[in-house]
Structures are given as structure tokens and as C-alpha cells.
């Protein structure tokens, strides 16, 4: 297995390999880049056909927390981790605790949310044997509800934010009524988005690999049921990826007969490059790390102390940030990923150079 010059790898900081025997635990933990401070980001399990599989993924997601902390202009770095195993069969309290203990070793350099796989409860589990874990924090959420700290709820209303957002862009139209989604994903946050959706009026197909998901999205919000190897190819004005990652590639992008993507899923494409297939297809593409960010806006406004409000307003920008994107993107020719990562470096500059000056300004007055 290759590290250094895996393509994935661009200068992570740090990547961090975890086995407990005992438990069966095997995990890696990624922390990209901490220069805007530590790094935040979920704690994956996922059964992964090979390790090679688990450390692409973990490279791609921690490198995609720095951009989209710095997109979100929160003060958080990179980082993402992820447990290679089955969550509904392989994950155990003692599993958890193990993880937890290699987390504490890292000594607050990453902190763990929960992510596909893991839950609020699992999170409680780790920080038995570690303080680096958060959103599980009791309190009101950013939608005046009572949350025990899990992101799902802000991830998903950010990603209907956006979705909106893309919508008025590309259709020219600011509701939501009659317009037809395919979601692929129906979790934590996809069913969350799909409910957003159908109060405001959209018509849904749902496709999840656990059928009890997918009977939940049928029997509560009335959507249709798809197979796997149409959801994404379904005659739909928007598709909305919710699950894994590099769905758009070679194979799915000639395929596609949505004018919109628009999905909560992390690293929807597989390579860089798809990027400029979508636009060549006229597809309007809103980059992952850029409209699902609520979930990590809400996780840092936890550690903070933030009233609900404020965390809501944050979350509701991400609707400005998309349409800044997309405006760009319309301006210079160039597809919306490549826009995204040009306005994430740009904050992200922005901010080091902010505190380079605040740096030198108290070295001068001591």
C-alpha cells in the first residue's frame, strides 16, 4: 500500500493507522490540514472491500473537511476517520472504546463526529476513553427543536438550502412544487432531506441498499422506489447522491438526465476531471463540500456555545456561498468544483494571513 505518493495524498499532515485485535477494530485515522486550527471531521465505518478502498476514502474525505471548514469559514481544520467493518454487524461497545483510545492518543490534533456508520450513541461510546469526540451535546438545535448533538438534521436542511439555491439558478424558479428528485441515499440525512423536499412540494424516487429505509421514504413521505442502477439515471430534474462517494464518473455522467446534482454525499466525483464532464453536459453541478456543510457548521457552533440562531444563519448562507459559485462559474467558463476550490483557498488564505498578522503584531508588542 502506497502513502506518499498515493494520488489521493496532498501532504496530508498526519495519517495514522489503528488494529486492536482483541476487537477486530481496524481503522485509520487522516488529519490533512490543521493550520485553521484542529481538525474536524466524522468517524466512517464501512465495510470496505479492500484497505487500499478505506485509505482512498479517508485521504479524499480529510482533504474535503479542510475545504469545506474553510469554505464555511469556520476555524477547523481536515481531518476524517474510518472503521473498516460492517456497522450493522461488526460494531461493538468494546470496538468503540478501542477506538476512542487511539483517538486520545492523537492528543486533540483530530476530533470525531459521526458520519456514515456511526451514531450519536457510538460517539457517547468513544468518549468513554477519549474528550475528542463532539456533536453530542445536548441542547436546542438551529431548528428550535431539542438535539442530542447529532449533525444529520443541520446537514440535511443546508443541503435543501443549496438545492434550492440550484434550482432558482439553473430553472429560474423559487419553488419547490412538482419538481422531481431522485435521491440515492435515504439514511440519517437523505431521509431528512427528502421530508425538506416533500413539504415543499417535490415528487420523490428513493433508492437505499437497506430496504427498510427505502420502505420508510414510501410509506412516510409517499416516493417512489428505484433500483440501484437507475437512480441516478432517472428522467428527474434534480439527482441528489446521499451515500458514498465517486458516483459521478465515466460510466454514470453520459447517463444522467437531471439538469441538477445536488446530494449530501462527500467526493461525489470520482476524478477531478468530471468536474468539466458535468458542465460539458450542461449540468449544474453544486460541489459536496460546499452545500453540506451544515452538519459541521452545527458540530463547531456545539464547541462554541452558539444560540440557535446564529447556527441557522450560518447554515442558510450556504444557499449565498452556492450562488456566488455559481455566478463565478457562469462569468469565467469554468466548472463550479474547480470555483469551489478557487473560493476555498481563497478564505482559507485570507484567514492564515489574519493570523500571521496577529501573530506578529503580539510578538512585536512583547
Given at each position: 500500500?502506497?502513502?506518499?505518493?498515493?494520488?489521493?495524498?496532498?501532504?496530508?499532515?498526519?495519517?495514522?493507522?489503528?488494529?486492536?485485535?482483541?476487537?477486530?477494530?481496524?481503522?485509520?485515522?487522516?488529519?490533512?490540514?490543521?493550520?485553521?486550527?484542529?481538525?474536524?471531521?466524522?468517524?466512517?465505518?464501512?465495510?470496505?472491500?479492500?484497505?487500499?478502498?478505506?485509505?482512498?476514502?479517508?485521504?479524499?474525505?480529510?482533504?474535503?473537511?479542510?475545504?469545506?471548514?474553510?469554505?464555511?469559514?469556520?476555524?477547523?481544520?481536515?481531518?476524517?476517520?474510518?472503521?473498516?467493518?460492517?456497522?450493522?454487524?461488526?460494531?461493538?461497545?468494546?470496538?468503540?472504546?478501542?477506538?476512542?483510545?487511539?483517538?486520545?492518543?492523537?492528543?486533540?490534533?483530530?476530533?470525531?463526529?459521526?458520519?456514515?456508520?456511526?451514531?450519536?450513541?457510538?460517539?457517547?461510546?468513544?468518549?468513554?476513553?477519549?474528550?475528542?469526540?463532539?456533536?453530542?451535546?445536548?441542547?436546542?438545535?438551529?431548528?428550535?427543536?431539542?438535539?442530542?448533538?447529532?449533525?444529520?438534521?443541520?446537514?440535511?436542511?443546508?443541503?435543501?438550502?443549496?438545492?434550492?439555491?440550484?434550482?432558482?439558478?439553473?430553472?429560474?424558479?423559487?419553488?419547490?412544487?412538482?419538481?422531481?428528485?431522485?435521491?440515492?441515499?435515504?439514511?440519517?440525512?437523505?431521509?431528512?432531506?427528502?421530508?425538506?423536499?416533500?413539504?415543499?412540494?417535490?415528487?420523490?424516487?428513493?433508492?437505499?441498499?437497506?430496504?427498510?429505509?427505502?420502505?420508510?421514504?414510501?410509506?412516510?413521505?409517499?416516493?417512489?422506489?428505484?433500483?440501484?442502477?437507475?437512480?441516478?439515471?432517472?428522467?428527474?430534474?434534480?439527482?441528489?447522491?446521499?451515500?458514498?462517494?465517486?458516483?459521478?464518473?465515466?460510466?454514470?455522467?453520459?447517463?444522467?438526465?437531471?439538469?441538477?446534482?445536488?446530494?449530501?454525499?462527500?467526493?461525489?466525483?470520482?476524478?477531478?476531471?468530471?468536474?468539466?464532464?458535468?458542465?460539458?453536459?450542461?449540468?449544474?453541478?453544486?460541489?459536496?463540500?460546499?452545500?453540506?456543510?451544515?452538519?459541521?457548521?452545527?458540530?463547531?457552533?456545539?464547541?462554541?456555545?452558539?444560540?440557535?440562531?446564529?447556527?441557522?444563519?450560518?447554515?442558510?448562507?450556504?444557499?449565498?456561498?452556492?450562488?456566488?459559485?455559481?455566478?463565478?462559474?457562469?462569468?469565467?467558463?469554468?466548472?463550479?468544483?474547480?470555483?469551489?476550490?478557487?473560493?476555498?483557498?481563497?478564505?482559507?488564505?485570507?484567514?492564515?494571513?489574519?493570523?500571521?498578522?496577529?501573530?506578529e503584531r503580539l510578538a512585536r508588542a512583547g
Amino acid at each position: 500500500m502506497n502513502v506518499f505518493s498515493h494520488p489521493e495524498f496532498d501532504n496530508h499532515e498526519q495519517l495514522s493507522f489503528f488494529c486492536d485485535p482483541e476487537t477486530g477494530l481496524k481503522a485509520i485515522v487522516a488529519i490533512h490540514n490543521t493550520s485553521r486550527g484542529p481538525a474536524l471531521g466524522g468517524c466512517r465505518m464501512f465495510p470496505y472491500a479492500t484497505d487500499e478502498e478505506a485509505l482512498r476514502d479517508v485521504l479524499r474525505l480529510s482533504k474535503g473537511m479542510t475545504y469545506k471548514s474553510a469554505l464555511a469559514n469556520l476555524d477547523l481544520g481536515g481531518g476524517k476517520s474510518v472503521i473498516i467493518g460492517d456497522p450493522r454487524k461488526d460494531k461493538t461497545e468494546a470496538l468503540l472504546e478501542a477506538m476512542g483510545r487511539h483517538l486520545e492518543g492523537l492528543g486533540g490534533q483530530y476530533i470525531a463526529a459521526e458520519d456514515s456508520g456511526t451514531s450519536v450513541p457510538d460517539l457517547h461510546v468513544m468518549g468513554r476513553r477519549t474528550q475528542h469526540v463532539a456533536g453530542i451535546a445536548e441542547r436546542i438545535g438551529f431548528d428550535g427543536n431539542p438535539s442530542n448533538g447529532d449533525p444529520s438534521p443541520a446537514t440535511a436542511y443546508g443541503t435543501f438550502i443549496g438545492l434550492k439555491a440550484a434550482v432558482q439558478h439553473k430553472l429560474g424558479r423559487d419553488d419547490l412544487n412538482g419538481l422531481k428528485v431522485a435521491i440515492q441515499g435515504i439514511g440519517n440525512v437523505g431521509f431528512r432531506l427528502a421530508r425538506h423536499l416533500k413539504e415543499a412540494g417535490a415528487q420523490l424516487w428513493v433508492y437505499d441498499i437497506f430496504a427498510d429505509n427505502m420502505q420508510r421514504a414510501v410509506d412516510e413521505l409517499g416516493a417512489t422506489p428505484a433500483t440501484a442502477e437507475d437512480i441516478l439515471t432517472l428522467p428527474v430534474d434534480v439527482v441528489a447522491p446521499c451515500a458514498m462517494g465517486a458516483v459521478l464518473n465515466d460510466t454514470s455522467i453520459p447517463k444522467l438526465k437531471a439538469g441538477i446534482v445536488a446530494g449530501a454525499a462527500n467526493n461525489l466525483l470520482e476524478h477531478p476531471e468530471h468536474d468539466q464532464a458535468l458542465k460539458d453536459r450542461g449540468i449544474l453541478y453544486a460541489p459536496d463540500f460546499a452545500i453540506n456543510a451544515g452538519g459541521i457548521i452545527d458540530v463547531f457552533y456545539e464547541r462554541t456555545g452558539a444560540s440557535p440562531e446564529t447556527v441557522r444563519e450560518h447554515v442558510d448562507a450556504i444557499g449565498d456561498t452556492l450562488k456566488e459559485i455559481f455566478t463565478r462559474s457562469d462569468r469565467s467558463g469554468r466548472p463550479t468544483g474547480a470555483i469551489a476550490n478557487e473560493l476555498a483557498e481563497e478564505r482559507f488564505r485570507k484567514h492564515v494571513a489574519k493570523v500571521n498578522t496577529a501573530t506578529e503584531r503580539l510578538a512585536r508588542a512583547g
